[in-house]
Structures are given as structure tokens and as C-alpha cells.
């Protein structure tokens, strides 16, 4: 079985930056056409352009993931050019922190709408582009890859909502999976749990975790270092880190994976 990606369709959400962008990058590296869509048009205007400008196939296009008419736009879009999508990549999403009895239930909901309903969207929108793969080319699967957490899995302090939407992740996930297969549709769907990474998201949280001394740290070095401590391997992981295992979960190569987990949190939840 191959992880190559030719000949295939991508859209990856929240494509503009991080983890997004370095998947966005490495499935269009791997042979993929991707179109990279995120709340930020002019960041992921930055990535499609890079990826076209290493040689790559890649569009950028404007998506809210909480607008199902965003989605009907960019169902039609892809419809009217391919049409039809090998490979979605719910990656969108924002984080919340702070203590529970302080979250205002709007704040609450815009996390899950984000989180939740953004990936329930661009599943339940884009279906019958990942349904038209196997009819086009018996056998062939298209793959649903959705970003949740280790926040999704275990406990943490201040970060309920967050948390709850990534669990809702990976039980929608599940669900997909096991919906699309009874149904004979011929499309995979698996979560990705990543532990800490070096993003923007991280960073926001971990300054406010300064800021606030909630933890032992003075600078923003001093707190990547002490999350660091939490993963056995020593160090946060990389955007590439998550990339790798999204490219993984897009092939053929992992063509029997369905409704699983992949976990890729440096030794974090094994302890
Ligand atoms: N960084 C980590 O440590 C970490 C850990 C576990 C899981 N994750 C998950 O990985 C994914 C990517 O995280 P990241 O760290 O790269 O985040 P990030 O905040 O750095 O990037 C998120 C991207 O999503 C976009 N976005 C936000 N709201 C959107 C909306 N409504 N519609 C479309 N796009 C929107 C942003 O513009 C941004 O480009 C997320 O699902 C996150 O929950 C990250």
C-alpha cells in the first residue's frame, strides 16, 4: 500500500497556519491538489501560494467552518472543478481557557461551534463529494481526518469547553465511521489527538498561564519548556510532527483504519 497522494482532491480547514498549513503543505508534496481553507483568507492565500511556488497544486479559498452556507459554497466550488474529494481534513478550531464557573455559556457556545459544529458541517456538507470517489472509481475510499486532542481523551484543568468539544470530536468521529461503513460508502474517518504543539493556539495558552501564574513560569521559553516536561520524549511537538500522521491517515497505506485514534502527543497519554 502506497502514502502516495496522487491524483487525489484535499481540503483541509484552517489551512492558514500551523498545523493546518504544514498539512496543507505535506499532502500537496505527497501529489495531492489541496484547497486550503480558513477564516483567514490572506494567510491561506500565503499557504496556497508557497505550495504552488514549491511546485505543488494547491487554491485557497475563504471558509467559515461555523457557515453551512460556506460550506454549500465551497461544496459547489469543489463540484463544479473536480468534482469530488478524496481527502477532508476538519482541522479548524479555537481554544478557551480559564475556569469552568467563569465561562459564560457564549463562550461556551462559540467553542463548540467552532469545534463541533464545524466539523459536523463540513462532514454533512461535503458527503456526497466523498461518497462520488467510490462511485467513480469502485473500491477506491475517501478519508475524513478529524482534528481532536489529547484534551479529547484526558482531564485537564480550566478548559472545559475545549476539552468537551474535542471528546465531541472523537465520538463524532466514531459515529461517522461506523455510519459511513454500514452504509457501504467506502469512506474512512479517524481523529488525530495531538499533545502539545507549537502553535499559536499553544502559545496563547501558555502566555495566559503566565500571565495569570498558574504556573511556574516567567516567560513564554520558561512555560514551553515546563509543557515540554510533560511529554516523555522531552520536547513539544512540531506542526510536521501532526502532519505526517494526517498524510498517513489520508493514503491507501492506512486503508483498514477506520474510527480509530491516533495519538501523537510524544509519550504524554501513555504515562
Ligand atoms: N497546538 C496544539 O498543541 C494542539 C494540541 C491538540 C490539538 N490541536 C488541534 O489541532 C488543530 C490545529 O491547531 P493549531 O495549534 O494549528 O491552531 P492555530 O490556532 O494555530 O490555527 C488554527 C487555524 O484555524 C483557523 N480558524 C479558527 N477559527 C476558524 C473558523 N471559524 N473557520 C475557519 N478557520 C478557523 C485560524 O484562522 C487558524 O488558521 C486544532 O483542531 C487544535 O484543536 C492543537
Partial sequence: MTESLEGKIALVSGGGRAIGAATAKLLAQRGAEVLVSD?????????????????????????????????????????????????????AAVELFGPSEEITLEEWRAVQAVNVEGVFLGAKTLLPLLKAVHRETPGATSSVINLSSVAGIIGRPDQLAYMSSKGAVRSMSKGLAI???????????????????????????????VEEEIIPAKTLAEAQQLMADYHPLGRLGQPEDIANGVAFLASEASSFMTGTELVIDGGWTAQ
Fill in 39 to 91: 477564516i483567514a483568507t490572506q494567510e491561506a492565500e500565503a499557504v496556497a501560494a508557497n505550495i504552488c511556488a514549491e511546485g505543488g497544486r494547491a487554491i485557497a479559498l475563504s471558509l467559515d467552518v461555523r457557515s453551512e452556507a460556506g460550506w454549500q459554497t465551497v461544496h459547489d466550488y469543489i463540484g463544479s472543478r473536480f468534482p469530488k474529494l478524496d481527502i477532508l481534513v476538519n482541522n
Fill in 179 to 209: 455510519e459511513y461503513a454500514s452504509k457501504g460508502f467506502n469512506i474512512r474517518v479517524n481523529s488525530v489527538h495531538p499533545g502539545g504543539i507549537e502553535t499559536p493556539m499553544l502559545n496563547n495558552v501558555l502566555q495566559y498561564r
